[in-house]
């Protein structure tokens, strides 16, 4: 249960702001914890109740995507690397969450990848971004544009 902070602020944080942090935290620790699943589990319970214009809307790929990840990839039918970002990002999730997500499909993030520290520094510091927004960020950071996310994610590629 989160601890009530009474202090006026702490690290700089007002107390509605705090409140803000320390709720997401709870989730997220949360979510961390029950997310030792297999990625057709855990996708599934990611979109759990989402219809496919939902998805689409808030992802900006096929719509048909959201069946194919639930359904289709696995460790051994991997899908694009930028498609689970465009997921993580349009879901909000946590970097500790989309590490494992990927790690379900036996994918690390590599701190000597541009695209990969990108792609860190955007569940890091970037999450309430939209993928528009982000694929802004992306290009601003220099990396390529098959690397971005939502629509730029649909061409056939697989894990590099």
Known sequence: MPKVIKEPSIADYDYSEWVKLEQQFYKDFENSTKYNKSFNEMISEILEGESYTSFAEKTELNANMLYRLKKVVDISTPTQRSTVMTVCIAYK????????????????????????????????????????????????????????????????????
Do not use: P
């Open 93 to 160: 999730l946590d970097l500790m969450l989309s590490q494992a997500l990927f790690s379900s499909l036996g994918v690390e993030f590599s701190r000597f990848n541009k695209r990969d520290y990108a792609y860190t520094f955007l569940l890091t510091h970037c999450r309430d971004k939209s993928v528009s927004q982000c694929n802004e960020i992306l290009k601003a950071l220099g990396i390529e544009k098959k690397y971005w996310l939502g629509s730029y994610a649909r061409s056939r590629r697989v894990y590099k």
